[in-house]
């Protein structure tokens, strides 16, 4: 989800349809060893039987596409199906010996229904690693090292009834100028 950091304050309501959990999402399969590249577009999908021409099949090759991308020395980045590889990319990329992951939680159960407001915001760290979830059949994530960002634990309780439902990570870019200019096209159509 993006949105600008001035939308973020205590009181402020997230869109309808905001959800956390990626319910289905299988976990990473040990037993399969193909590369996250694009090379390899073709046999993932016979691999997992999805369709050429479907949405899912367009999903796996914006992941690869992100993945391909190669890394720089300013933002090194890369896609990981391990959660060990991503704490060892981490702890590389922070030059430190051990790293406190900060996960999203969600309590309770959440419906495409749902309405957060945010109740409690929390600045962190700025030497962080955020890893985002990529669309793909099974548990991928894209982990980078951002140059300036701000980050924030962010508590948001159910707009109905009050009761506290996620607490989350927010991170906000403050140099975004060498960013694709879809990132801007999207954050005008969810801007909140």
């Known amino acids: 989800m993006l949105f600008l950091k001035k939308s ?29 590249k694009s090379k390899y577009f073709g046999i993932i999908l016979s691999h997992f039987k999805i369709p050429h ?12 596409h992100s993945c391909d991308k190669p890394s720089d020395k300013e933002e090194p980045h890369m896609c990981f199906s391990s959660r060990g590889a991503m704490e060892r990319f981490s702890t ?3 030059g ?15 419906t495409p229904s749902s309405r957060y407001t945010v109740v409690r915001i ?12 990529m669309d793909f059949p099974y548990e991928v994530f894209y982990c980078h090292r951002p140059k300036e960002v701000q980050s ?8 109905k009834n009050g009761m506290p439902l996620v607490t989350t990570t927010a ?12 990132y801007f096209e999207m954050l005008g159509r969810s801007a909140w």
């Open 53 to 64: 021409n479907s949405v899912k099949a367009k999903r796996v090759a914006d992941t690869l």
């Open 122 to 133: 929390t600045p962190l760290s700025t030497n962080m690693v955020p890893c985002h979830p």
């Open 171 to 182: 991170m906000c870019h403050m140099n975004t100028s060498d960013w694709d200019k879809q």
């Open 152 to 159: 924030f634990r962010v508590q948001l309780k159910d707009k």
């Open 8 to 36: 973020l304050h205590i009181g402020t309501v997230l869109p309808e349809g905001t959800m956390f959990t990626r319910v289905g999402m299988p976990k990473s399969d040990s037993s399969v060893s193909i590369p996250l």
């Open 96 to 110: 430190v010996v051990r790293v406190r992951q900060t996960v999203t939680r969600i309590y309770g159960h959440e």
């Open 92 to 94: 590389k990329v922070l």
